[in-house]
Every structure is written in C-alpha cells, then in structure tokens.
C-alpha cells in the first residue's frame, strides 16, 4: 500500500504542477505602435479627415518692393496668403517661388500645400508674374497663363513629386462682381 499511496502522491504533485505551468503561463502578445488620433506637436504626416469642415493658415505676409523681381522665402510662401501691396514707382513684378529644397513644401511625396497670391497694384502696367523657383515645375490651366492682373488673385497648388522636385498649379482668378 506504501507503494500505492506513493504513486498517487506522484501523480498528483505531477498534474497540478501541469495545471500550474498551464494556467499561469502568461499569453505571447505582439504589440504594434502607430499613432493615430492627436499628437504632440504641429507636424501631421499622414492624411486626416474632418467632420465638420476644415481651415488652416491664419498668417499673412505682404511683398512690398519697387524692383522688377522679388523672390519669396520660404517663411512667406508658407503664410497662406501673400499680397502684393502697391508701392509709388513699382513696375510689373516678377514674383520668383521659394526653391523646392526649402522646407516651404512638404517633405513626402503626393503631399500638397496651397497658396493664394493677391495683387493689390491698381495701376494697369503693375501686373505680378509668378515664376518657378529651383526645382519647381510651374503649371497653368489650359488657356491661362501665370501672370496675375490687377486686383486680381491667384491659388498656388503645389505637391511633391516621388523626385526632389515639387509641381505648382497657377490658377488666376478674377472679380466675380
């Protein structure tokens, strides 16, 4: 019997300490990080859609300049919205964009930004021409061109190319009233 209530013994103390191996033993868990939702910082990298509307820019820069030519830096061209202000003696100005190495474009290709250019010159020889910067493939609707009359505005598209090179849509528009 000695022999029997050792056998026992044994195999109890074997299935609980299987019960315990199988039961305490914590599940393998693969864990994937992204993130989604808000951020720390203002930098978005990735697409984000919105409910109720969206709106972006809030800054303003102003050329000001009796020269022929101006180039904007990349500090203006990200501002939304740049209007060139008429000055006494100012000529027809030829308003060159930022090159596409400045961080005034996005870094990742297919992504966009979008400018308005307003040309506040009143006099009718003070037209702004937008021309390409560095790297820029400058585009115009069939049958417009890049040059912006006066009072007039233009919307500046421009998106990151899978080269360094960034294109940028001119579309002038004019007075509707």
Same mark, same amino acid.
């Not at 039961?23 to 990735?46: C, L, R």
């Not at 006099?123 to 493939?137: L, M, P, V």
């Given at each position: ?63 000001? @300049?009796?020269? +022929? $030519?101006? #180039?904007?830096? *990349? ?5 939304? /919205?740049? %209007? ?37 010159? @009143?006099?009718? +020889? $003070?037209? #702004?021409?937008? *021309? ?5 493939? /400058?585009? %115009? ?37």
């Amino acid at each position: 019997m000695n022999k029997l209530n050792i056998t026992l013994v044994a195999l109890l103390g074997v299935a609980l300490i299987g019960f315990l191996a199988l039961y305490s033993a914590k599940p393998t868990q693969t864990v994937i990080e992204k993130t989604v939702g808000a951020v720390a910082g203002s930098d978005f990298t990735n697409r984000v859609s919105f409910l109720d509307g969206f709106e972006w820019g809030g800054k303003y820069a102003t050329v000001a @300049t009796t020269s +022929a $030519t101006y #180039t904007l830096s *990349a500090n203006q061209y990200k501002s939304g /919205l740049i %209007e060139v202000t008429s000055v006494t003696g100012a000529a027809a100005l030829t308003l060159s964009l930022p090159a596409s190495t400045t961080d005034a474009y996005p870094r990742q290709v297919g992504m966009r930004t979008s400018t308005i250019i307003k040309n506040s010159h @009143t006099a009718a +020889a $003070t037209t #702004t021409t937008i *021309a390409a910067g560095t790297g820029i493939d /400058l585009q %115009e609707n069939d049958g417009q061109n890049v040059v912006i009359g006066i009072n007039n505005y233009a919307v500046v598209d421009c998106v990151r190319l899978v080269t360094t090179d960034v294109a940028c849509i001119i579309n002038e528009t004019i007075p509707a009233d």
